[in-house]
DNA sequence: ATAGGTTTTGTCAAGCTTTTGTACAT
DNA sequence: ATGTACAAAAGCTTGACAAAACCTAT
């Protein structure tokens, strides 16, 4: 049973809206303590946990609410039929095509990967983010492996049967192994400078990391300055280090309004520097910029053809 | 359920636009929020989409709301018959005529391909991606099964027997595959200079990327300027790269006058230039220009033929 | 049997917070003496760390408390199944997937460490710590091995099937590897000065001390200052030292207080010094300063980051 | 496409209560 | 050692506001 204050760091909506939600969508119903205080359990985390990824996704409060318990609703219809949803896990058969054998892209490892997870056990989770980037180019295992498999733990947690405590190993275990490509792809840095962000306030993201290693690899230098820096000062870090390019993801809603600023305040500063947007919400943003999609390595195709090329 | 602005996102049709559709036409009847707001549902995306891509195709709006009607009755009538609309969607054969067994373009792969895409497993639809492609030339698997499989998805998804998430997740996995392609088709770039591209405000085209692998591959020296420039700015790509060529995509209704602008003004400044076209709408661009058809090979033999054998 | 001092000690909790808890929330019910004197059990024990890891996660103590009882009592449940908790240890696999041989991050250490600490040997437990840091660099076995490891064996400990001694005998083991790694890392001291420490009160932390010897090995001159210094010793150190920045832990709930003060004080005295955050609870800390995460890969990159390009 | 009015929704503030670590008195 | 007291931190409810999004009609 967690606090109100707790709930709201795991699922990163503020304290104020969690109550907006409840009192006007009843998308949860926490308990409360003798003393009237809220106490959210897994359930009510998770709900919250979708509703604000169907925000996120552009649905309205109250169309994602009502969204959110139908789902809710029907997977507990769905469960009960006697069996442990555990059992469960096991007995939805992930791949259903058998492929030849020795095909790369098979996704065993996924599996193995949330099993992982499940146990909390991080050295079996590193082991299998090392096999695979033995099997490819880190783009394309970043691509067609890491991304798909991070929703698919998303969604393993949504339904229940991961906790909160493996989500977090996962994304910790992913963010490491990161970290230490970007550290390896250092070096070769002879191309233009691009710097890589997000707007103040915003979550630190592991897209954004995997593309922070792609543009280094195809020869950017870069500079990562996370979620720090407010308009103003991306606009000083661009001349600091004579950027020809930034790159910024908008994860989420609420990172709109931010990332906008930036963009028209480096716009009417620099408007020679070329800005890339990443993030479910980056066509959001209007203004000129450049929207790069969802794959890591279209993004750095793109911002390579604009930067190379003089125009 | 969704907002305008969201429905406006998903078909790609602007919000007044949607609108004057319902009003004038009455192609959709969305749900109304106790507050008066439309609620769109997944039927209603749908129908929008159908609807546009008849006046994509040059439909007169009126005409191509009657024929959106019209087929989504007759679907309605035909699925009347009490059979779970999920049932369905394995109960009908998608392969008619047997082919011969270890014919290499069989649609099995087809079949697991939507498949993926209504498990919304990334993982599997990139399996079959490469799978396909191992089994022939890049050319001869776009041609003969990459477009007509995406046409099978559409429909797919026309007939709601698709998500909107799964037919992302399929255009998501191709990009990437095509993307990766165009990488590893760099290198031999001897010949003369290519620039591809769009008119401003299209959408980003799978079957155009799929072109610039092709013309890599055979040679050219290409240049992916996406959807960016206006007239004068092609101009200035032409001049600076010295191309010898460009191909542009007509994909939409929408686009023709864009289109038009930008033949006439390279035909002007640069009339040695070979101008190709591509996509649905290519066959209603004058001017001095190549009309290329549909298929890939025919196409890139087309420039080819047109640039490497000085008239 | 211990006193209440000696277990406030073991716990880290306060002699009067321990009475607190005990009084309101039952959580213990420790023997008493003739005289009336607490006895706390190495039960007792455990329950009280279980509850202080809890409120140091956020919860509310009172939830704290309930959860802990539940806990203990499931696991009485599951151990009355007549078999030697021990044998349960060895039965429970903590590696699924088989791995390929000669892979270098098994989780087979993992277990051969808690082993050694059972058996309370502490020349194996250095031996397999000699052993795992042959493996990889220093950064990547901290982070993918030792911190997991760490966590594994707190597990075991509040699973009552490894004793305080054990537990005790780990922390030393890797204490002395640390403090040997500080030492060899010295020497090559060029960059800037790096103050590193915990706010008065605070346990000395392993994570900090592995991340002083990382931040030498990236060529910081570093300064372990413990958990000794009050805000205004901290702002005199850096003035003596030169620093150009600090970082510090802040592991727990109860330590959010000093640690606000200390980030105050040095805002306000040197607002040019960068200060860096680790720690279970690093994000109610707020201020100018920068929060770490939970990776020493990620946390000394971030750090050099912002140490060695001038703004 | 614009203008003018309405709905939706995230955020905040005021005033009050509960919780909890620590201190004091017995 | 015990019991009471206290103050800081965190929570609750109600009410309100402002920006964004949406509506209709011209």
Not at 33 to 59: K, P, T
Not at 83 to 95: G, L
Not at 271 to 278: D, K, N, Q, R
Request: hydrophobic share 45%; net charge neutral; proline share 4%.
């Amino acid at each position: 049973m967690y606090t109100i204050k707790r709930a709201a760091e795991l699922t990163g909506i503020s304290v104020a809206t969690l109550r907006a939600w409840e009192r006007r969508y009843g998308v949860v119903s926490p308990k409360r303590s003798d003393g009237g205080y809220r106490l959210y359990g897994a359930e009510d985390v998770r709900a919250l946990a979708i509703m604000n990824s169907l925000v996120n996704e552009g649905w309205s409060a109250r169309e994602a609410a009502t969204e959110t318990l139908r789902r809710l609703s029907s997977r507990d219809a769905a469960g009960k039929d006697g069996r442990d949803p555990r059992e469960r896990t096991h007995a939805v058969p992930r791949r259903v095509a058998p492929l030849r054998p020795g095909s790369r892209y098979q996704s065993e490892d996924a599996e193995a990967f949330i099993r992982a997870a499940e146990r909390l056990d991080s050295a079996s989770a590193t082991a299998v983010l090392d096999a695979r980037f033995g099997l490819g180019t880190f783009e394309h295992v970043v691509d067609d492996w890491l991304m798909p498999t991070l929703e698919l733990v998303g969604e393993e947690w949504a339904h229940g049967r991961l906790t909160v405590a493996g989500e977090h190993l996962v994304s910790y275990a992913v963010q490491r192994r990161l970290a230490a490509a970007y550290e390896a792809a250092s070096g070769r840095a002879d191309g233009p400078t691009l710097l890589i962000g997000l707007p103040p306030g915003a979550r630190h993201e592991l897209g954004l990391l995997a593309f922070a290693v792609a543009a280094r690899r195809a020869g950017f230098a870069t500079v990562y300055v996370g979620a720090d820096l407010p308009a103003e000062e991306w606009v000083r870090a661009i001349e600091a280090r004579r950027a020809a390019g930034m790159v910024m993801a908008v994860p989420r809603h609420v990172d709109i309004a931010a990332a906008r600023k930036i963009v028209e305040t480096v716009n009417r500063s620099h408007p020679e520097v070329v800005i890339g947007l990443g993030g479910s919400q980056q066509d959001e943003i209007g203004g000129s910029c450049v929207h790069l999609g969802h794959s890591i390595t279209v993004a750095v195709g793109e911002m390579s053809r604009r930067l190379r090329v003089p125009a």
